[in-house]
């Protein structure tokens, strides 16, 4: 192979994946047989297969047992709004993260008491093992799982206090910055770090997605005069939606 040249498998899955694009291979369409790419492409076994494992990793395809492989259909991807701006009607954390402000969005959540990580000690300049309120959500838009979200909080700020749980309490589910100001706790700054990186197992299971799909990931964390008060991972299907930022302008 010279150099800049393509292995075969990817020239095979790069002609299907254009196939697949622009229609000659329509959704819900069987993917040509193994026998049937070696045939058409003049390639061994081997490279068939390769191929039709790049398209099933990308997501273009789907193995059915005892069926085939099929083309998988492609969602239109919608926007998770992420925005500076907070309304006065104290609405819910959840309804403040979606694009329109409209939608009937549903969550389910868990809070625990856990000792901190090396990794969520540093994000929260606290000592691993220190003790932290860890809540995960899921969640749904018209019954759809849409976005993962595990936050953890440092018990030293919120212990024994009317907000220690997130979601309970006379302020249950009306946001960190509304529930630190309870207890005089000022959240002036907000950070948040995207990146990407392929689903965990047990994400993907909860978000519908296939394995080896992309998800993104939003590290967030929110302080008070420089300290950090909590801080969580926000996870969302790449395939299926977009993170999109309103920013106030100073």
């Avoid at 040509?32 to 070696?38: D, F, G, L, T």
């Avoid at 420089?226 to 969580?232: H, I, K, L």
Wanted: glycine share 10%.
């Amino acid at each position: 192979m010279t150099f800049g040249e393509q292995p075969a498998y990817l020239r095979v899955a790069g002609d299907l994946r254009k196939k697949i694009v622009d229609g000659s291979l329509p959704p819900h369409t069987r993917l040509p047989s193994q026998a049937r790419i070696r045939e058409e492409y003049g390639v061994s076994d081997t490279v068939a297969l390769e191929a039709r494992k790049v398209l099933m990793a990308e997501g273009l395809v789907e193995g059915r047992s005892g069926s085939g492989t099929y083309v998988r259909e492609q969602p239109v991807p919608r926007r998770i709004a992420r925005s500076g701006y907070r309304p006065a009607s104290g609405a819910t954390p959840f309804r403040q993260e979606q694009a329109d402000g409209e939608g009937c969005g549903t969550w389910e959540s868990s809070s625990a008491q856990t000792e901190a990580s090396a990794v969520i000690a540093e994000r929260l300049d606290i000592r691993p093992g220190d003790r932290v309120m860890c809540t995960k959500y899921v969640f749904r838009e018209a019954g759809e799982p849409m976005m993962l979200s595990t936050s953890w909080e440092p018990l030293e700020v919120t212990g024994r206090t009317p907000v220690m749980l997130p979601e309970e309490g006379p302020l249950g589910g009306m946001g960190v910055v509304e529930r630190m100001a309870a207890i005089d706790v000022v959240v002036d700054n907000v950070t948040e770090e995207v990146g990407a990186r392929p689903g965990l197992a047990e994400e993907l299971l909860a978000l519908g997605g296939v394995p080896g799909h992309v998800v993104l990931v939003v590290h967030r964390t929110y302080y008070a005069s420089g300290r950090p008060v909590e801080t969580a991972d926000v996870v969302v299907p790449a395939d299926r939606y977009q993170v999109a930022y309103h920013l106030p302008v100073k």
